[in-house]
């Protein structure tokens, strides 16, 4: 996954492998691995190759703001920074966690047709369940998770394609 991180003038460009504990990267040819564990709905304890450090996080267009030790870093998902007006075309076609998560449960199949709303997946974090919904009338084209996985902001647990409005729902004949 590729993300750029603003912090004051500066932008770099960090490709993150995402794994079941974290991350990896690697910045002016330093490698970082990273963990995270929510501790409320703004504050994360990070594991910064073994160092504990607590960051504040809020939402942004486009990605979150951490700040780690009084220093905020912009992170924008390089995917979904808006360089132009968004378009149906432009919705992504994948269901991911908001936050580092453990799933609870897989709610549909791959080949389901499903609606706007549909519940997909379950995910806990902070001891607080959420539903994870289809944003658009899709068809489920993949599950890359099962329940008990601990998964990470940008991993995708289901992979959608939108629906042709012609396409019949219910998968029947009839």
């Known amino acids: 996954m590729e993300y ?4 004051g003038e500066t932008e770099t460009t960090l490709i993150c492998a ?9 910045i002016d040819e330093t490698a970082y691995t990273v963990s995270a564990t929510p501790v409320n709905e703004k ?17 942004i267009e486009g990605g979150k703001r951490v700040t780690i030790g009084g220093v905020p870093v912009e992170v924008l998902d390089a995917d979904r ?13 994948d269901v991911t966690p908001p936050m580092p998560s453990m799933v609870v449960a897989v709610l ?3 080949g389901d047709l499903v609606d706007k ?6 995910v ?17 084209t993949a599950i890359n998770t099962t329940p008990g996985d601990q998964v990470m902001p940008g991993e995708i647990l289901v992979a959608l394609e939108p629906m042709e409005p012609d396409e019949e729902k219910t998968g029947t004949d009839g």
């Open 124 to 140: 806990s974090a902070m001891k607080m369940e959420t539903t994870l919904t289809a944003p658009f009338d899709a068809k489920v």
């Open 43 to 59: 504050q994360l304890h990070l594991f910064i190759n073994g160092k504990s450090l607590l960051a504040h996080v809020e939402e």
């Open 81 to 93: 920074i808006p360089d132009t007006i968004s378009t149906q075309d432009d919705i992504p076609g």
């Open 108 to 110: 549909v199949s791959s």
């Open 117 to 122: 709303g549909t519940p997909l997946v379950t």
């Open 4 to 7: 750029r991180c603003n912090t």
């Open 18 to 26: 995402i794994h079941k504990d974290g991350f990896t990267t690697t």
